[in-house]
């Protein structure tokens, strides 16, 4: 009689391997909707012969262009998207963002419990701990999930699968600032809620117009924040060191940025000049700041102050982004 050997129990994967898995599975399901999402013929008769195959029918030159652009740009997207899916879900798997958010919610909850002498200056002054630490937690949700994105990928060699796959290094680099800007925003709307909530309760009065602003401005600047180290990620080789030279040149831009140009006036040449440059060629994040109004109830922004500023932003972030997609375009894959 023969005996039946028992298959050994499974083991759940590590986090780093189903993330992978995730990609394998992701991006060629994602491939097929594009491939079958693409332009349809130029017209009926060109839909029939073609399916038919009864006899040849040559399309116009805007119809073969678009059948040949449409496809490349919606797997494209796609490929963008199903990676910044498994950065999502790698980020929520992880504990640091509840750690990160059980710690600004119990300093924020202070705002609805004390009470000294009704003294709206105390309220205050508790909102403007609370903002304070919303900024201090999300820069550090962005930066160390940025920062540990390419190295991992390459300490646990799944770039190489990825890379095998049609998908490109810009792909790749848009898939995972997308993913760790996405994860960064919906933190955000965590704890803007949490703090709109609980500021509203306390001061009957709901500046919904100037917390949509802050978010938005806010979010923004992660953006910036989040492409300078996905760029860093690809000059540094350790994610600490870049962790840590993205945070200072951050806590430089939004504390030093807005009084650069006063020093460099009381300066001798060249050194005046070498600082102006610098002064007017750094982000100045210090725009993106509008925490005063929140604490003083001073009212919304005026809205072409906050467009430019989102524009700001953009610009800023492309910039990065293009200097990272140059960069790793010419570095090997190990």
Known sequence: MSQTTPYPPTTPAPPELAASHAVDTAIPSA????VRSGVPPCDQKCAQRSS?????HRCSGACAERSAVTPALGNGLNNVSAIAGVVLRELYRRKDFYVVFVLTALLTLLLGSVNFFNDGQIVRYLKEICLALIWISSLVIAITTTARQIPAERENRTILPLLAKPVTRA???????WGCWEASGLALVVFYVFFAIL?????????????FQALTLHWAMLGVVIALTLLGSLVFAAPSSNSTIVFVVTAGCLLLGRHLHKVALELSEPAQSLLTAVYFAMPHLEFFDVRSLLVHNWGAVPWLAWTGALAYAAIYAAIFLTAACAIFRRQPVN
Do not use: I, V
Not at 31 to 34: A, M, R, S, V, Y
């Open 52 to 56: 038919t195959g009864s006899s040849p």
């Open 171 to 177: 792909q790749l680099l848009l898939g995972k600032f």
């Open 31 to 34: 491939l097929t909707q594009g």
């Open 199 to 211: 500021s509203g309760t306390r001061e009957q009065a709901w500046p919904l117009t100037a917390c």
